[in-house]
């Protein structure tokens, strides 16, 4: 402070701090925005605003806040399924493919020069999927049969009721290289086909959605009574055919043999 008295000029200094209120920086939801920005996924959900699984990339868009009373944006800080990212001015951030299938929050912290923060929230829509998958049924009539039963039962993830599933098999025998040509069977839906009972044969059974494929593989083993009564070896076999005389055979080993049984 400094006075003039007559043709004298006097100082004084006293030390204060002056404080700025009201100066936190102007940030709201408004100022976030996000899209799915894989063409792909979004070619399935036809939404941007909906993201899938583990499948589309997230990119996260800022507007700039509003500093107050002199001050100046330094940083904002965006946080997403516990994974924080930093920017120093108004723009993208890519967060890539996020393993969720359910809404998560993403959140966003600005700071301006002087140390004040605000923070902004936006609820993120995300779509659960997974890899298809299967319960499969293959077996032979009677267990021996050449007659050959093959069932389905494919799930896939909704993917809010966008996502179709095709199933398809293909199969040779155990001792050949290369498979048949493709067939498509319905889900859940028995087909009857014809396999000799003297081979065994692998079968590929392979299930799609609109995002991916799973594969299995299964063998239909070669035609064998569960029960056989052999007359000529006075012999019997349970799952196999017996090869030794008056005995009891269980998937070829043998379990009594003639004294045994007769002692019953």
Not at 24 to 39: E, H, V
Request: aromatic letters at 8%; glycine letters at 4%.
């Amino acid at each position: 402070v400094r006075t003039t008295i007559g043709s004298n000029t006097y100082y004084s200094t006293i030390n204060k701090t002056l404080s700025i209120v009201n100066a936190t920086p102007t940030f709201t939801s408004s100022n976030l925005s996000y899209k799915d920005s894989n063409s792909t996924t979004v070619a399935v959900t036809g939404n941007n605003q909906h993201l899938v699984q583990n499948l589309s990339n997230l990119l996260v868009t800022i507007s700039a806040a509003t500093a107050k009373k002199g001050a100046s944006i330094t940083k904002y800080v965006a946080t997403i399924n516990g994974v924080a990212k930093t920017i120093t001015s108004a723009g993208n951030i890519d967060y890539g493919k996020i393993n969720s299938g359910s809404n998560l929050t993403l959140s966003v912290k600005v700071t301006d020069s002087r140390g004040n923060t605000a923070t902004a929230t936006k609820t993120v829509t995300f779509l659960s999927w997974s890899l298809p998958t299967a319960l499969i049924s293959l077996k032979r009539k009677n267990n021996y049969e050449n007659e050959t039963y093959l069932k389905v039962d494919g799930s896939i993830s909704s993917v809010n009721s966008k996502n179709t599933m095709t199933i398809q098999y293909q199969y040779k025998k155990t001792t050949e290289t290369s498979y048949s040509s493709l067939a498509t069977l319905s889900d859940n839906v028995q087909v009857t086909m014809t396999k000799d009972k003297e081979s065994a044969w692998d079968f590929k059974i392979i299930i799609k959605d609109k995002f991916g494929t799973t594969t299995y593989n299964t063998v239909l083993p070669k035609g064998r009574f569960i029960l056989f009564v052999d007359t000529k070896k006075l012999s019997v076999g349970v799952n196999c055919f017996p090869t030794k005389n008056e005995s009891l055979e269980v998937n070829g080993v043998q379990m009594l043999e003639y004294d045994e049984i007769a002692s019953w």
